[in-house]
Structures are given as structure tokens and as C-alpha cells.
């Protein structure tokens, strides 16, 4: 069963946003978010966002990016402005029933999550 679902990937020009959204198939999950992983680069978490709403960013997208979620469908968004072609990565949502507070949202040193999607790809062009 596919639990996390992304969407809203796509080729943007640099200068320009986007809006990914994740569908999940559960409601229960305690802290959401999403990692990225740019060709030859390692993985790197992005935004987090726990079940009371406390967010964390990286400091990539610190003030360009905002995460969001729909309670009601425990749906969580990942808007990011002013992008440029190191944006450029596959993005994935990740969801864990273990986490909240301030171990959601260490974008920095997140923790493992279980739940993963298999990623949306997002190619800014200059």
C-alpha cells in the first residue's frame, strides 16, 4: 500500500515557485515533511511540520519556503519562492507516527522518518 502520495513537480524557470502537495492514506502521522535529493548531492531534509502545527526549515529555504498542512486531510504543502536551479531535486514527503516538537522540526538533524513517497521531480531552469 502507497501511503504517501507527492505531487506538483514539474520544470519551473528560475525566479519562479511552486507548490507541492503529499496525499497520505493515513491520520495518524505525528510529524510530516519533505527531503530533497539534487542529483550527486546526499539527501537533505527541507521543511517539517508536527501534528500541532510547529514547522522547522533548512537553512537553503529559510524565508522562501513555507510548509503547510490540511488537518482534514492531513495533507501537507510545501510552497517555495525565488527559486534557482539548486532547487532543483527530486522531493520527497516523509511522515512519522513517533515525532513532534522540537525533534520534528531539527530540519538540521531530522529524524528517521518511516513513511516515504517516492518523490516528485522539480527542474529549475536558469
Known amino acids: 500500500q502507497v501511503e504517501l502520495v507527492e505531487s506538483g513537480g514539474g520544470s519551473v524557470q528560475a525566479g519562479g515557485s511552486l507548490r507541492l502537495s503529499c496525499a497520505a492514506s493515513a491520520y495518524d502521522y505525528t510529524c510530516m515533511g519533505w527531503f530533497r535529493q539534487a542529483p550527486g548531492k546526499e539527501r537533505e531534509g527541507v521543511a517539517t511540520i508536527d501534528r500541532d502545527g510547529s514547522t522547522g526549515y533548512a537553512d537553503s529555504v529559510m524565508g522562501r519556503g513555507t510548509i503547510s498542512k490540511d488537518n482534514r486531510k492531513n495533507t501537507p504543502y510545501l510552497g517555495l519562492n525565488s527559486l534557482t536551479p539548486e532547487d532543483t531535486a527530486t522531493y520527497y514527503c516523509?511522515?512519522?507516527?513517533?515525532?513532534?516538537?522540537?525533534?520534528?522540526?531539527?530540519?538540521?538533524?531530522?529524524?528517521?522518518?518511516?513513511?516515504w513517497g517516492q518523490g516528485t521531480q522539480v527542474a529549475v531552469s536558469s
Open positions: 516523509v511522515a512519522d507516527k513517533h515525532w513532534w516538537g522540537p525533534v520534528c522540526t531539527a530540519v538540521g538533524a531530522p529524524p528517521d522518518f518511516a513513511v
